[in-house]
């Protein structure tokens, strides 16, 4: 807070820099709105002696981190909830506020489909091998983070399996030990949750171009983004002299 | 050993199916031969048996992993050292050798140029922030890397710091609590042994162009990828409808 308020009296000597607005970010994926509202109080004395001081100053930014369902139990944190908890905070500062829910807007509006290419055995463990990778959808390997997958045909039952990608390294699983729909060779399965920091954090690892991104309304379908091919890999390529 | 065996009398039963040779994959970044030398000779035996078997066999693939140098003090495998080991059983199976030492011939051929955002003193830690990130190079956070620092113009002394990328999440780092060189805002600094797993994991994340790629020979410099531009990134993109 401090360093804070030494920024505002430096910036406030500058002629051409106006003070209009706090920027609050106090992590991702929280699923309580309590770290919001306790954030947000100690942010909103310091937001009137702002106002007080700056007749510019106008926003408070309460950033983003609004958590969201990643698998079956997680309760993710509604609006309501976050609202009754911010709002009699907000309401009382009389300020214009920005927030960033990206995750919460889009994180469970898109899935990863993928086809399984082969179920491989290997001694004790099973293995789904899909035509989607690390490359795809990195945040299995990053973060550890859990992705549901779902069968697109309706199989009957699960089992225990790893669903990895054809990328030659080991780190390429897209989920760990974990029940499976049954699945065979051609089968169609969606990773869900997919929306945000998937498609965003691809690359082209081991000459893999990316995928399509398909927008469906109801039941119409675009291609909102086309599938890149070969000639995208080397597009910005050179050959010397 | 044994599902191999079985794997080869199942092609040796299909009309259109030559079994023609074997591969070894035993791992990555080994500075030592002894395994590689330990696995050929696992190996040697059961080539010979299929060499015996199927006319056709004629290949070994003896595969990749041979480790580089990333850090002072850590001994690259030199070849004449693997040879010594693995041509004596080579030699010996009197096949075609075909090997993949990619690592060894492309990652100490590139760096990775930065340029120092600002320096940040946030209490007792110093940050170094560059337009490099993570999208660029993400070996530091997904393998936890070592990647060297060196700076481009000769500074002196070192001090005590993390460099940073500009991405908005914490794990956004080339360095972590390192001696790096003394830099100051626009100074270069360059990331050694970026030539492989660089620019090929390299994404779009926080809608990041990727850089450019430059090819130096003696006093010469020649792009070789041009470097993207806003337009890249929304090449494929289709509003629908």
Chains 1, 2 share one sequence.
Request: hydrophobic share 40%; with cysteine.
């Amino acid at each position: 807070m401090e360093r804070v308020a030494k920024a505002c009296r430096t910036a406030a000597g500058l002629p051409n820099v106006e003070i209009v607005g706090i920027h609050m970010h106090i992590g991702s994926q929280i699923l309580s709105a309590q770290p919001f509202a306790d954030a947000l109080q100690k942010l909103a004395g310091f937001c009137g002696e702002l106002k007080a001081k700056y007749h510019s100053f106008r926003y408070v930014d309460i950033g983003g981190g609004i958590g969201i369902q990643y698998q079956a139990g997680q309760k993710p944190l509604s609006p309501k909830a976050y609202a009754a908890k911010v709002m009699p905070v907000l309401k009382r500062l009389g300020l214009s506020v920005v927030m960033e829910p990206g995750r919460y807007l889009v994180g469970n509006s898109a899935v990863l489909v993928c086809r399984v290419q082969y179920v491989k055995h290997n001694g004790k463990k099973t293995f789904v091998v899909v035509d989607a990778a690390m490359n795809d959808l990195i945040r299995p390997m990053l973060y550890e983070a859990h992705h549901d997958v779902l069968p697109v045909m309706r199989r009957k039952g699960v089992f225990r399996a790893d669903l990895v990608g054809p990328i030659c390294e080991s780190g390429d699983f897209l989920a760990l030990d974990r029940d499976l729909p049954v699945a065979e060779e051609n089968d169609l399965l969606a990773l869900t949750s997919a929306g945000a920091y998937g498609f965003t954090m691809a690359s082209n690892y081991n000459s893999r171009p990316r995928p399509a991104e398909i927008m469906v309304d109801e039941k119409q379908s675009f291609v909102v983004r086309k599938r890149e091919t070969w000639k995208d890999l080397v597009r910005g390529e050179i050959l010397p002299g």
